[in-house]
């Protein structure tokens, strides 16, 4: 597994693409939960939010991995 990726030249990190991935999925995710009203259920939307993120940013490279080595 290598650390980064060429990008026309430019080496890119692989966690940045992981992380634009995980961001690209929650922010569809974060508006069915306000959709069906979970958030009234929690008490810190933010924190709530930012675990959301990384719950999915860990998960997005839990299936990266794999498939790179």
């Known amino acids: 597994m290598t650390g980064e990726f060429d990008l026309y030249g430019v080496f890119v990190p692989s966690l940045a693409a992981w992380m634009l991935i995980a961001f690209a999925i929650s922010v569809p995710l974060r508006r069915v939960l306000a959709g069906i009203g979970l958030y009234r259920l929690v008490w810190h939307r933010p924190l709530f939010d930012l675990a959301l993120y990384v ?10 991995v794999p498939l790179t080595s």
């Open 55 to 64: 719950i999915l940013l860990g998960a997005v490279v839990a299936v990266a």
